[in-house]
């Protein structure tokens, strides 16, 4: 019998070689699970970790006045709530409201003066509409406790057109986004152009595009800025320009892996310590320590001040971003200096020229084509983001909440309905009953929001059902909106919370952030490897990666989050079973776009699973609160199916949870179908560029000389990746 031919004549490679191929290929799978896992796990554990039960530490208040009176007021504050607040006597009024409008203090109580026993609590809903909020909890008791009413005056209030406050913290995280995104295309399409005499000026003009795109959308296109163009142009300069050099510099010493360590230092640690969306009062102490030194917060707050506060403070948040910047560039300079310009993965980066991906994972492009993806893909992510978040969050309005008016006969309850609809308007939609038992259960079920019970008799109580579980702010705003009723009808109001909120999860964002943690696990997982395994190609290859990654990321997410954070407080194979669900048919909606379109398809997925599924969820803020469009999409997208689905496993006994399961099982089964469509449409590219290749296991005359594995980086065969072909030469 004829020996067979030795390794090397199969391979072209000596042994050790084909060896050390294995462990780097076996080092590379590695990594492109873990980085997936570890972009998730510090994102969710920080949000998750800090919001799901923040408690208010050394708020700073002012009161003003003189005396014993004042002196016992500063006493009182001191011991409200743990520490809660940080109160400072102050004697003049006047200078009161300028730290106020310095945001040096969040709020003012002004003690009654020549009899009166009337305090005024000052409040600046432009410095974050949730302190102003925090801040009267604190200083209406105490003022209540000296037998004084109060009067709530707010001297920044916010414009019509951003009600919610929220367009300085989409225009910060726009900034920051695209400072540090675009540096990964640049190092896998044109490393040539990170040379700091060609990255700096492109860096600049890049600053002043983007900032003029985020005010675009905010401004003329959503109407939530008005005016203040220079200032997003030149606060985008510093702000873009900080983070762009910072992440030029981790680059050049991590390569690829910058990625990380960008995404914690700018964005993972950014938001929470920004003081824009959550007061940083109510934050760990470590994140208002990075309030004063990162960038993302030092643009929100230098917005701020320009769009709100005229200007007022803005210095100091100019000087800490014109120090990131200083710092950087001089070390970008030094290393540049010392090491040259080549980055590990790539000695040549000056051959502008050189074939290139034009994305990671993708085919050999043209240097035109290189450049306008490298431009196109961050500007894609950041109109998407600022766009379709402030369309649909910066002017929260209740519009058709569905209540239940429940009367002891249906006479009864259809004219108290009739009557109410026409003092509440479009407010709310109301349905007469005579079932109590009925509403309940669709309160249970999320069908409706609360249920209006009628006095049984004259002069008795009227009673108000709803369930601060389903949606704190919704609760909340049902709460006020019928206290108003009662009252103007003089008639007592007694309120019940059917299903409160658990001590952790105070904010009821516990079940947006275990939801988001999921379809963030699927999607990255096929951006990853379709950006750094691009011959993974077929779907058999995938679904065992898909099935046992979902598995394992929903046991992880619910040890994170139960185990290691407390947030969820059990409940586990409920979370571990509709995670494992939700991430898995996650990854087979991605992998429809990736498998088609490259790693450009994380865009139409983070749309239409993040973008459009966040406001169409309830999660951050109420479903009656958004546009009427995303209403219609709760129903149909796996976000919203995924809160629900925890909310109704950890409050709700599993009401409800039918439709959600079956909502994830919908998206699976017809992503399943349209990745197998995929591949048939892969098979029959494949043998039409190249039909001669037959079965490699067929006969071979002739000698086999080697054995290559064609890569997607291969520029001489850009349209085999991942395949393994046999060369042979005819004798």
Known sequence: MEAPPPVAELTGREPDQTEADRKREIVKRVFLFLIPFLMVTMMYATYM????????????????????????VVDDLKSVRDGAAAPRLVTDRGEALDLLKDRDVAGVLLIPADGSTE?????????????????????????????WTTKNQDI???PAGDSAGIAVLLAAIGMIMVGYVPLSGMMTAAPHLLALRRFLPLLAGWAVLTSSVTWLILGPM?????????????????????VGIGQLLLARVLGGLALLPGMLLWVVFG?????????????????????????????????????????????GHLLTLALWMAAALALAFLLEHRKGTALASDPQPGDPDAPRPAMSGGPVRSKRLRYFAVAAFPLAILTVVVGMMSAALHQPEIRYMPVVVVGTTQEQSEQAAEGLQQGLGDLVSLTPSTSFDKATDQIREREIVGAYVLPATKGGAAQLYTSSAAGAGQHNALRGMFQQVAESQGTPLETTDIEPL???????SNSMYAAMSWIMSGFLLMAALRGGAPEIRRLRQLLPMMAGWA??????????????????????????????????????FTAVFTRTLGVAGVIPVLVIALMIGLPASGGAISLYMVPEVFRDLNDVLPLP?????????????????????????????????????????QARRDRESDPDDGDVSAPVTGQVTSLTLVGADDPAEPSRRGRRRIVRSRS
């Open 49 to 72: 970790g800090t919001m799901h039960s923040p408690k208010t530490r050394d708020m700073p208040v002012a009161v003003v006045g003189s005396g014993p009176v004042a002196v016992s």
């Open 119 to 147: 305090a005024t609590v000052y409040t600046a809903q432009a410095a974050g509409a949730s302190q102003a909020g925090t801040v009267k909890q604190i200083l209406a008791p105490v003022a209540a406790g000296h037998d």
């Open 156 to 158: 920044a209030p916010l």
């Open 222 to 242: 959503v109407g939530a800025v008005d005016g203040h163009y220079p200032a997003f142009v030149g606060i985008g300069l510093l702000a873009t320009g900080a």
């Open 271 to 315: 938001v929470p310590s920004s003081n824009l969306a959550t007061p940083i009062h109510s934050m760990p102490g470590f994140f208002g320590f990075l309030h004063d030194v990162l960038p993302l917060p030092a643009a929100g707050e230098a917005l701020r001040s320009v769009v709100y506060f005229g200007g007022r403070g803005v210095g």
């Open 502 to 508: 658990n001590a952790s999860d105070s904010n009821g």
């Open 551 to 588: 598995v394992g990321m929903a046991v992880w997410l619910w040890v994170l989050f139960d185990v290691l954070i407390g947030a969820i407080n059990g409940h586990g194979w409920a979370m571990v079973g509709f995670g494992a669900l939700t991430i898995f048919s996650t990854s087979l």
């Open 641 to 681: 199916a995924a809160v629900d689905a925890v909310r109704a496993a950890v409050y709700f006994d599993g009401a409800g949870l039918g439709g959600h399961v079956a909502t994830i099982v919908g998206w699976a089964v017809v992503c399943l179908g349209l990745n197998i469509a995929i591949d048939r449409w």
